[in-house]
Nanobody
Framework: QVQLTESGGGLVQAGDSLRLSCATSRRTSSNNGVGWFRQAPGKEREFVAAVNWRGDSTIYADSVKGRFTISRDYGSNTVYLQMNSVKPEDTAVYYC?????????????????WGQGTQVTVSS
């Protein structure tokens, strides 16, 4: 059973920083790529960032490139999303997901297991 649990969301002001955490089961931590996605009210879920199983290859959505950083810590089986210079348009529920394979992808269909999400609200 692959389990993912997000945490770290909250209410912040524009320009602030926030770090989201995704606690993964040990099996996911060692074998699978992991991605972060977000879904704003009334919008479809969209890709944010992904990291491969080794943690040495990352991809980002253009909207967050240069502001967000994805990383993984094998010691704690956790994948992080560091969010800097947040904007009101970053407001959404953020989800982490385990990829079907060793590499992350921008496509939602490339992920099988999802967490429950954590709310991020950015005020202007």
């Amino acid at each position: 059973q692959v389990q993912l649990t997000e945490s770290g969301g909250g209410l912040v002001q524009a320009g602030d920083s926030l770090r989201l955490s995704c606690a993964t089961s040990r099996r996911t931590s060692s074998n699978n790529g992991v991605g972060w996605f977000r879904q704003a009210p009334g919008k479809e879920r969209e890709f944010v960032a992904a990291v491969n199983w080794r943690g040495d290859s990352t991809i980002y959505a253009d909207s967050v490139k240069g502001r967000f950083t994805i990383s993984r810590d094998y010691g704690s089986n956790t994948v992080y999303l560091q969010m800097n210079s947040v904007k009101p348009e970053d407001t959404a529920v953020y989800y982490c997901a385990a990829a079907l394979g060793s590499w992350g992808t921008r496509d939602l269909s490339g992920y099988r297991y999802w967490g429950q999400g954590t709310q991020v609200t950015v005020s202007s």
